[in-house]
């Protein structure tokens, strides 16, 4: 090549000009595949070393070409072309080397070799990879080629292809999920794989806190849950998973709210009980009452607690009085009942718990040893046993503001507390409103934190610390998540990590310190979110204007079984 470079420099400056510049537009297309290797401002003898053979003659018809404008030029720019055309054709030939050299005997090449190899092992690394620049720089297209093509199988292993399904799966599962769907977008065989892990994406689900139906193996439908789950995730991080709305329609103080089943009952100081549809925001049923510290309805009935120291039974359908239950000396301050039994219990001001025959109005015993107003009575069926209960046991629970007290059902005279809870023997630390009770725990909230109690054992199993518990009551109280509230937002808190993971900003609301003005809706959520769960009321409370503030769900509108990597 050193010749064919003297012959082009021989010749005049404008020609020269003219052939590079032409030469690099047209045989671009021709340089072999090298690396790097393709420099428009390298000599012209640099890129013929790269260049084909049809490109060659390409070169040899341009310099032809450009010879015409020079007449007197012609006939010794031709001879010469056509020497440098032999000489190209000559070195391009397959099968010949630009350097001729003798290659080794296989013996020789082995001893060579291992003698090679054994030194390259005793080097440094630093040593190692300077002897491998070298033979690189020493290699030429066919060497490189295959350089190219070993580490591209040594360094780009598909381990999704190679590894059998179990081990794949195995390994997917230590990854978080982001990473997952990450990969989801490498290839379609990826994506097919990952997409058809159902123990890994039914993992994530329930990391974040989704509840999982282990019958359904179908692994494209738990990555479309995941998917909702962790857009719903990010929107109450974000305050977007709620939306708000009104009820208006009384004319004084609400102070008694009842949720079940998309309905939401209303009792107010205007002598009226209202039953709305909180999805639509229209009122089902109007009926007027007397004043109502406390609510509780079904299908055909409702039941209200009066400041006026009795209870009353009302039909919806027509309005009317069906029983009256007199025999508190103060104001009725919580009510539950269960038709089952035929029984209705009651906690009033004038510290006692009355026991009732729900159809005829009797009072069938009176359970005192209360020391304070009290302000919520629970009727429940136990699911544990214990040495005071057996499962099936109805159970009667009454709180005050420091105590938790414990009943039997039963009818007979100066029946006995069976157990008595507190969070301080000497009445130190209140308990605040919305006692919870399930069938297997016992939770409340005080100015220390929320507790949690085993109803089998009665031992305090778990004490939620919050930043502010003295104003951060408790609403409702979950397997997953908890419900809170202060005066300024609702929190929903990961009890997992005891975190909390959404709040939403609530308006100057009237908060009653016996809390009957405000209510949690629907609290399946807090057991796991399962993607139908996570709709209606979240929250409801009364606000100064005599209106009721609601909070609710925002409708999940992701479609994640559609997603395809």
């Not at 039909?315 to 000396?329: M, V, Y």
């Amino acid at each position: 090549m050193a010749t064919a470079y003297n012959m082009f420099q021989s010749e005049t400056t404008s020609i020269m000009a003219v052939v590079v510049e032409t030469v690099i537009t047209e045989i671009s297309p021709f340089l072999r595949v090298v690396p790097n290797s393709y420099n428009p401002e390298r000599e012209l003898c640099t890129i013929m070393n790269l260049v084909t053979g049809e490109a060659i003659r390409k070169i040899c018809q341009l310099f032809l070409v450009a010879s015409s404008s020079f007449q007197n030029e012609n006939v010794k720019l031709k001879t010469k072309v056509e020497q440098m055309t032999q000489l190209f054709e000559n070195n391009t030939q397959p099968g010949k080397s630009r350097r001729s050299h003798v290659p080794m005997e296989k013996a020789v090449f082995e001893g060579w070799l291992e003698s090679v190899s054994a030194s390259f092992l005793s080097l440094s690394d630093q040593q190692r990879n300077q002897s491998l620049d070298q033979l690189i720089s020493l290699s030429n297209a066919v060497q490189l080629r295959h350089l190219s093509n070993g580490l591209e199988a040594l360094l780009k292993r598909d381990f999704l292809r190679l590894l059998p399904l179990e081990l794949t799966f195995y390994l997917l599962r230590w990854l978080d999920p982001q990473t997952l769907l990450t990969c989801c977008l490498v290839c379609k065989q990826w994506n097919k794989v990952i997409s058809a892990c159902t123990e890994v994406w039914q993992g994530v689900c329930r990391d974040l806190g989704w509840r999982i139906d282990d019958s359904i193996q179908d692994a494209s439908h738990w990555k479309g849950v995941y998917l909702k789950a962790k857009l719903r995730m990010m929107q109450l991080k974000n305050q977007e998973a709620f939306e708000t709305s009104s009820l208006i329609g009384h004319s004084a103080r609400v102070y008694a709210l009842y949720y079940k089943d998309g309905l939401l009952c209303t009792g107010s100081d205007d002598l009226s009980a209202k039953l709305w549809d909180v999805r639509t925001g229209q009122c089902i049923y109007g009926i007027q009452t007397h004043t109502c510290a406390t609510v509780k309805f079904d299908e055909q009935k409702l039941v209200t607690g009066s400041f006026d120291n009795t209870i009353a039974c009302w039909e919806w359908s027509t309005g009317a009085k069906i029983q009256q239950f007199r025999g508190h000396t103060g104001a009725v301050f919580s009510v539950d009942y269960n038709d089952d039994l035929d029984t209705l219990v009651s906690g009033s001001a004038d510290f006692s718990v009355k026991v009732w025959a729900l159809s005829a109005g009797a009072c069938l015993n009176t359970l005192t040893g209360h020391t304070e107003w009290v302000t919520k009575v629970i009727l429940q069926k136990s699911e544990v046993e214990s040495i005071v209960h057996c499962p099936g046991d109805y159970i009667l629970l009454s709180a005050d503001k420091f105590e938790i007290k414990v009943w039997p059902i039963g009818r007979e005279i100066n029946c006995k507390c069976l157990k008595t809870l507190s969070v301080s023997e000497d009445r130190g630390v209140c308990l605040q409103p919305r006692l919870q009770f399930d069938g297997r725990y016992i939770v409340c909230s005080s100015d220390l934190g929320v507790y949690q109690w085993d109803f089998a054992s009665f031992d305090i199993l778990r004490v939620i610390k919050t930043q502010d518990p003295a104003n951060l009551s408790l609403l409702s109280f979950g397997e997953v998540f908890s419900l809170l509230f202060d005066t300024d937002f609702l929190y929903v808190m990961d009890l997992r990590t005891e975190k909390i993971t959404g709040r939403w900003p609530l308006p100057a609301y009237r908060k009653s310190k016996r809390g009957s003005s405000f209510l949690p809706g629907v609290t399946s959520w807090l057991n796991g979110l399962d993607g139908r769960n996570d709709s209606g009321l979240v929250f409801a409370t009364s606000m100064p204007d005599h209106s009721i503030h609601l909070v609710l769900w925002k409708e999940n509108t992701t479609r994640g079984e559609t997603y395809d990597g």
